[in-house]
């Protein structure tokens, strides 16, 4: 079992809390605001829609060959 010091974390500093898990030299990634967060949420939807569609558009246009394979 690793011996961890727990009481020189501050849980809600996520720098802090890295540290102590040694997160491999990574940065810490920036705190978003809510709003931030939906609008980032919103535009990923959005292109994992369209990259979707056009992947099933591609495939249909090669189903045939596809099915030969």
Do not use: C, W
């Not at 030299?25 to 980032?40: S, W």
């Not at 535009?43 to 099933?56: A, T």
Request: aromatic residues 6%; hydrophobic residues 40%.
């Amino acid at each position: 079992m690793i011996d961890v010091d727990l009481d020189g974390i501050d849980f809600n500093d996520p720098t802090s809390f890295m540290k102590v898990l040694g997160g491999g030299g990574l940065p810490v990634p920036k705190m978003m605001q809510p709003v931030e967060v939906r609008r980032e949420a919103e535009g990923r939807s959005k292109r994992l829609f369209i990259n979707y569609n056009e992947l099933r558009a591609i495939l249909e246009r090669h189903e045939a060959t596809i099915q030969k394979r």
